[in-house]
């Protein structure tokens, strides 16, 4: 971007072609009063209170742009004046409360820098207010029509839920739907709160008042969110220990000042009564409090019992995607050392393990290609399998303003659902068919001569074989597979084809299915095809994760057949560089995956089971056998926050920190390392995962080294070339790093594969599986096709979201159906259901909707007293062994 240059008040400074006034004041290092801005938002010039002279004419900074050469006067006495009236007469119509002494509000502070006294504030008040949401608060005699709250909801978050009614002086920010707002369009990501200039509109309780950018008494702690996989930067506000608010950092990489009903809000679960504070031993069949030296005294014996009666193979540890990098690299660790075995797995096999495989086959990395930056950069996004406006908000809403905006937008999704509903292609694949999907693009990006013949001629291979392969998948084909009508896909697949840099964004609709990874690879074709990745004429694939740690638990290798780094365990070269750091053997044996230990249990192999913080009873499938092999295994030992399913089956339950008791780092679904520090002590005699596992492997007399979480990342630095140039120290003074990062003096690297791919030849692959049906097919019997997700206000399991405010947003849990089937199976709206499948049974709420197709249902996982992972199916996919989450045959009644 070119730069010009202006004088503010006889200063030159040099600014941006394009920037406002008002920055150029600001980089001068003056400020103004801005009443109606926001840095986030498109400027109004409404307030009149950032009134400067350019040129000898008064202008309202923040709307009028910078010339080149522009003289700006701010400091005049007529200028201070005007700037003040303009100040006064807003504060002047509201009630004393807005000026009152402590008040920690934008306006509030105005006023005292430009010492207008709380006496001016001189309005009646009367309008009322609106207290029927749990986290938004509305006084509406504080509200000044500035429309910062509209504009950020309409351009930030894109719900438009907000607008303002009224005329003159009597004009208010209201739902836009009218009524309470708590059954308006609000998603609660908190921007409207953050961004209100008089504490109209507040969070309730110790937050209120604290903003952002407002200044505070109380302590901040910087860190990085531990819900979905975004990585939003957020700070912490703490008062007398307890979390008082968790606001969005403005200069977070990633969420640039914005955030989600979880990430700023789902924080009262920390002091829910119902959390852990000490361990608990199951005796005569009930779990008791006991003090942490008998716990960890009968977690060594039961695993030195388990390791004599079946040797190393009979432990087996589920890592977690929710704990730190650092955590997950210590419990890889301890069960190759400690116990000697590659008995671990992480969640990331029920998720991501598919893109794991896929990405790697095709390109040579497990991880996204590109940087999210350069995603929102694209000029066409292909969303598949993804509904990250409800998933991964932040996301959402940048790839909505990126629509907005004029990017092109197509959307592969069976549900008619968030970025859905604004696409300029919407396909509706059947459940289970994306790999004819994707074959059907790929085929007529070829035959319209929208693929990249150079990109594929140098940096290629395998095009003769899906050339073949593709010629069975025209668009009449697809269309009878898919159900996708053929315009639709020829549509699609020139809009993709035709873009100047395209990305794809895709999701657990592509990996949770009996050929995930088939799906993945094949997705992967459209990106070579179009020599859309790893060059400057595209963005290749981003996965969105899921957990706050997808990425970072199998990057710190907690996986059974690859150590830190993605170095296999059956590589002699590899085992020996991680011996050579450990001092002790590596098995060349992979271990058991998650599927493969609960079928251990069950058969009576596996003798003893470490969880950690997974409630793999509620999120895994077929969850009656999951509880079945938990029975049956002799020693099952649980991390937990709460008394969930998984932990009412264990044997011994320690109480475990959560993600802002926590000291380390995450990896979110871009590669970047980001810092994870504790905002608050743990609770009780609640410990960090990372001083469990260290617990344990000294009450198993052994010296696991690490003894902090910055040396446990150093140390995996010494075995994983590709995180070698990562420290907390370098974390702490530059920010996010994204991975590959090889040296402490490089940079990571953001877009991959820019000189070539990490393949074995340097090029990418292109695959040519053959379309295969999905595990379960409906039939008479089980007419109606289960897919299951997320829903917006709640996260997995739900022992966090389920424990606060959220439970007010989304109460129940839905089985959404079309309209057709309710009419059809005599389900009515609102009322209780059975879902059965030759699985299990579960009870759900209706709702009736066209959401859903024809044919097909949905729902969450988020409530595990519904049961809904009792009706999954133990399908997988043929090469992760990753469950099909999104094809299970069902049938509904009334209960």
Known sequence: MTGIEIEVDGRNVAVPEGTSLLAAVRAAGIELPTLCSDDRLSPAGSCRTCLVRADGHIAAACVTPAASGVRVETASDDLRRLRRDAVELIASALPSRAL???????????????????????????????????????????????????????????????T??????????????????????????????????????TEPGPGR????????AAARTRTTCGYCGVGCTLDVVTRDGEVAAVLPARDGPVNQGHACVKGRFAHGYLTSPERLTRPLLRRDGRLEAVGWDEALGEVARGLRAAVGAGGADAVAAISSARATNEENYLVQKFMRVVIGTNNVDNCSRLCHSPSAAGLTASFGLSGGTDSFDDVERSDCLLVVGANPVEAHPVVGARLLRQVLHGADLVVADPRAVGLALHADVHLRPRPGTNVALFHGLAHLLLAEGLADEEFLRERATGLPELTELLDDYPPGRVADITGVPAADLVAAARLYGRARQPAIVYGLGVTEHLHGTDGVRSL???????????TDRGHGL????????????????????VLPG????????VRSRAEAVWGAPVQERPGLRIPDMFAAARAGDLRALWVIGEDVCATDPDANRVARALDTCPLVICNELFLSETARHADIVLPAASWLEKDGTFVNFDRRFQRVRPAVPPPGEACTDFEIVHAVATAMGTDIGCPTPAEALAECGRIAPVFAGLSHERLDREGAIPWPCSSLDRPGEAKLYEERFATPDGRARLAAPPYLPPGEQPDDDYPLILVTGRRWAHYNSGSMTRRGGNLTLDPVDFLDLNPGDALRYEVHDGVPLTVESRHGRATLIARVSEQTAPGQVFCSFHFPASGVNRLTSDHADTVTSCPEYKVTAVRVSAP
Not at 131 to 150: E, F, K, Q
Not at 209 to 216: D, N
Not at 526 to 531: E, S, V
Not at 542 to 561: E, I, K, T, Y
């Open 100 to 162: 009152a002494v402590g008040n920690p509000s934008e306006l509030a502070q105005v006023c005292r820098s430009l010492d207008i006294g709380p006496d001016t504030a001189q309005g009646a008040g009367g309008r009322g207010g609106d207290d029927s949401h749990p986290y938004v608060h509305l006084d509406r005699d504080l509200c000044i029509a500035c429309g910062r709250c509209v504009r950020m909801c309409a351009e930030v978050q894109g719900t438009f839920a907000l």
């Open 164 to 201: 303002l009614v009224g005329r003159g002086a009597d004009t208010v920010v209201a739902p836009g739907t009218g009524g309470p707002w708590i059954e308006s369009d609000c998603v609660a990501c908190g921007g409207c709160v953050d961004t209100c200039p008089t504490g109209a509109i």
């Open 209 to 216: 008042g604290l903003t952002s950018a407002g200044p505070t």
């Open 524 to 534: 992967a074709n459209l990106a070579i095809l179009r020599g859309a990745v790893g």
């Open 542 to 561: 981003s996965p969105l994760r899921g957990q706050n740690n997808v990425q970072g638990a199998s990057d710190m290798g907690a996986l059974p057949d």
């Open 566 to 573: 993605y170095g296999k365990v059956t590589d002699p070269a």
